[in-house]
């Protein structure tokens, strides 16, 4: 059965055109050819780059960081409660209004108290700065190590740099995926794991069909635009909003020319057009262009975004980032509630300097414009 599945999964006709076969693209005449066997050590190399990773941002981040001024921001403990959480542990982090009023019978808590008691809570699990900072970091040690690599590997014509730049990526793609339940989650956690997917894939394929110079290009293309993003959320985790504010706008224009110009008008068209000029259309050719589509859509939606959040921002009406994730805005909305609780019991006075430092600025230390375009690279993860 086994055997079975695996002849018809290697079947020549499904993956390579009529005429070539994987006789054919056998070592011959001094010349070597990929082969699906050179990509087996991609997997312990996936789990070697969550050891690098560790050991980067202990030694190497974390230390950089601090001398930018970053700590790490303790939440207080909330109290012990073994109902509350059971509860939260077991079944939800957000529970609707019934099941508050459940709780409140069982534990004998005033409502109020309990939903206090879960904003802490999810408040306490929500990552600090530090660790957005020392995500970021390591992924623009990444992505511009391989960005120049890349470039080295596109102009060398022998197939060793080519397959470590292969290695290499796939191996980190992996790493990603192993890794993206630990990470920062935002709101396309589901498109980024599509992407990931794609992305190894497309790469799998393109050595193993010897399609390398295409995947060395569509690898380079994605790389070019997320070393600014990476490197604007550095900047932006260290209050350099001016430094930020200007890579995130450069990051903005390098994704629209790579990656919806680029990408569908110069990449995709080469491997859609030309192949049938030389053979006839096979399996192989609409699986590779399909999941190509994929990754199209997917850098349309991000631009959708991106957009979104640039316009809000022109028009003053951005107040958080798009892809942020819920918890964030569930601690901000907490944090606003209990301040509001705060400010019903301050006397007059107080109240009316507060209204005034609002009117100046938020929280009266920068303009509004300032704050909200802060948060459009506070939370973007990698596209």
């Given at each position: ?70 700590r ?14 059971n509860?939260?542990s077991?079944?939800s ?8 009023n ?32 020392r ?19 596109l102009?060398d014509?022998?197939?060793d ?6 290695i290499?990526e ?32 497309l ?6 069909a010897?399609?390398i ?20 959320k550095?900047?932006?985790?260290a ?27 110069w990449?995709?068209?080469?491997t ?21 589509v ?21 028009f ?9 994730d ?10 606003l509630?209990e ?31 300032n ?13």
């Amino acid at each position: 059965m086994l055997e079975t599945l695996y002849q018809w999964f290697w079947w020549d006709k499904l993956w390579l055109p009529a005429e070539l076969s994987w006789a054919d693209l056998e070592d011959k005449d001094g010349r070597v050819y990929a082969k699906a066997s050179h990509l087996y050590v991609t997997v312990p190399y996936a789990f070697s780059f969550l050891l690098v990773r560790y050991l980067f941002e202990r030694w190497i981040a974390t230390p950089l960081a601090v001398s930018g001024g970053i700590r790490h921001r303790v939440h207080l403990k909330v109290e012990h409660n073994p109902i509350l959480e059971n509860y939260y542990s077991t079944h939800s982090k957000n529970p609707l209004q019934a099941d508050i009023n459940g709780l409140s019978k069982k534990s004998s808590l005033p409502v109020r108290q309990i939903e206090r008691w879960f904003r802490r809570r999810r408040r306490q699990d929500h990552p600090g700065v530090l660790k957005k900072f020392r995500e970021a970091s390591w992924r623009f040690v990444f992505y511009l190590s391989a960005f120049i690599g890349g470039i080295a590997a596109l102009y060398d014509s022998m197939l060793d740099s080519q397959y470590w730049y292969y290695i290499l990526e796939m191996s980190f793609y992996g790493c990603l995926l192993c890794s993206i339940a630990f990470d920062v989650k935002r709101k396309d956690f589901k498109e980024q794991i599509i992407h990931h997917l794609a992305t190894l894939v497309l790469l799998s394929f393109s050595w193993c069909a010897n399609f390398i110079r295409m995947g060395t290009l569509v690898m380079l293309v994605h790389d070019a635009s997320d070393i600014l993003l990476e490197s604007a959320k550095l900047f932006n985790y260290a209050k350099w909003e001016k430094t930020s504010h200007g890579l995130f706008v450069a990051f903005a224009i390098v994704f629209m020319v790579t990656r919806l110009i680029i990408f569908p008008f110069w990449l995709i068209h080469c491997t859609w057009v030309y192949p049938v000029h030389h053979y006839p259309a096979y399996f192989g050719y609409y699986f590779f262009n399909v999941m190509l589509v994929v990754l199209l859509f997917l850098h349309i939606f991000w631009a959708y975004l991106i957009f979104r959040m640039i316009r809000k921002f022109l028009f003053g009406t951005l107040t958080r980032d798009e892809r942020s994730d819920n918890e964030e805005e569930e601690e901000q909305e907490s944090s606003l509630t209990e301040d509001g609780d705060v400010q019903q019991h301050k006397p007059f006075n107080e109240l009316s300097r507060d209204a005034a430092s609002e009117k100046n600025g938020c929280f009266g230390l920068s303009p509004p414009e300032n704050t909200c375009l802060s948060r459009l690279c506070h939370e973007l993860g990698s596209v």
